[in-house]
C-alpha cells in the first residue's frame, strides 16, 4: 500500500544553523505534500505544502523541494530559533477513485539548542 | 483552527465499553478525516468521509466504525473498546477547494482516550 518515509525521527541542531528533513513516498499518483508541525499537546498545524507541479516553495525560513522523478521531497529551516522546536510531520495525498486520503510519515523531533 | 471541535477532549474509560467520539465543523467542508496518533507511528488514517452517508476505511480500520448523518457531524464509535485503543485522535477536514484548487487539511484539537 501507500507508505511514506520520513528521516531522521530525531534532529538536534545549535540555534542558528539550518535544518533539514527528508521524506520518500511510494505513491505515484500523490500530488500534494504538505508539512505540519506539532507542540506538545497541540494539533498538527500546517506550515507550507507543495503541489506536483512545482519543484520548490519558500515561505520566510522555511522551503520545500520536491523531486517527483526520485519521489523525494524535503524541509529546510534556516536561521532555526528555539520556537521552531517541535515534531514535524510529512504527507502525500493524491487522487484515487476520486476520493482524497492523506498518507503522513512518522515524524520528527527537532530540537533548537541555544 | 478552520471551525472544527471535537468531543469529548478526554476520556477514560473500560474495556468492552462503546466510546463515540463526534467531530463537528461549521463550514461545510465535504471531506473529513479520522486519524489516530500514537508515539512512533505518526498520524493514521482510521475512517474518512466525502459526503453524508459516504465514508470508507483507513489503514487501521479494525474495531472502529463511522457515521455522518449530516454535513457538520462525523462520528467515530468503538463499539468494545480495548487497550490497544488507547491514543490521542484526532479529526481533519479537506477544505472545499476555491478557484485554485485548495488542498489543505486542518486539524481539531484532539481527544485524548485511554482504555482501562
Known amino acids: 500500500g501507500e507508505n511514506v518515509e520520513q528521516h531522521p525521527s530525531t534532529l538536534s541542531v545549535q540555534e542558528g544553523?539550518?535544518?533539514?528533513?527528508?521524506?520518500?513516498?511510494?505513491?505515484?499518483?500523490?500530488?500534494?505534500?504538505?508539512?505540519?508541525?506539532?507542540?506538545?499537546?497541540?494539533?498538527?498545524?500546517?506550515?507550507?505544502?507543495?503541489?506536483?507541479?512545482?519543484?520548490?516553495k519558500k515561505d520566510q525560513r522555511i522551503a520545500v523541494t520536491?523531486?517527483?522523478?526520485?519521489?523525494h521531497f524535503s524541509l529546510h529551516i534556516t536561521e532555526t530559533q528555539p520556537e521552531d522546536s517541535a515534531v514535524y510531520f510529512c504527507a502525500a495525498s493524491g487522487t484515487t477513485s476520486g476520493t482524497y486520503k492523506y498518507i503522513f510519515g512518522t515524524g520528527t523531533r527537532l530540537k533548537v539548542l541555544a | 483552527d478552520a471551525g472544527i471541535t471535537q468531543s469529548p477532549r478526554h476520556k477514560v474509560t473500560e474495556t468492552g465499553t462503546p466510546v463515540t467520539l463526534r467531530c463537528h465543523q461549521t463550514e461545510n467542508h465535504r471531506y473529513m478525516y479520522w486519524y489516530r496518533q500514537d508515539p512512533g507511528h505518526g498520524l493514521r488514517l482510521i475512517h474518512y468521509s466525502y459526503g453524508v452517508?459516504?465514508?470508507?476505511?483507513?489503514?487501521?480500520?479494525?474495531?472502529?466504525?463511522?457515521?455522518?448523518?449530516?454535513?457538520?457531524?462525523?462520528?467515530?464509535?468503538?463499539?468494545?473498546a480495548t487497550s490497544s485503543q488507547t491514543s490521542v485522535y484526532f479529526c481533519a477536514i479537506r477544505e472545499t477547494p476555491g478557484l485554485a484548487g485548495s488542498y489543505e487539511q486542518y486539524f481539531g484539537p484532539g481527544t485524548r482516550l485511554t482504555v482501562t
Open chain 2, 53 to 80: 452517508k459516504d465514508t470508507d476505511k483507513g489503514e487501521v480500520s479494525d474495531g472502529y466504525s463511522v457515521s455522518r448523518s449530516k454535513t457538520e457531524d462525523f462520528l467515530l464509535t468503538l463499539e468494545s
Open chain 1, 17 to 56: 544553523d539550518s535544518a533539514v528533513i527528508k521524506c520518500t513516498y511510494s505513491d505515484s499518483a500523490s500530488n500534494y505534500f504538505p508539512w505540519y508541525k506539532q507542540e506538545l499537546g497541540k494539533r498538527p498545524q500546517l506550515i507550507i505544502d507543495i503541489r506536483s507541479n512545482v519543484g520548490e
Open chain 1, 66 to 71: 520536491l523531486n517527483k522523478t526520485a519521489k
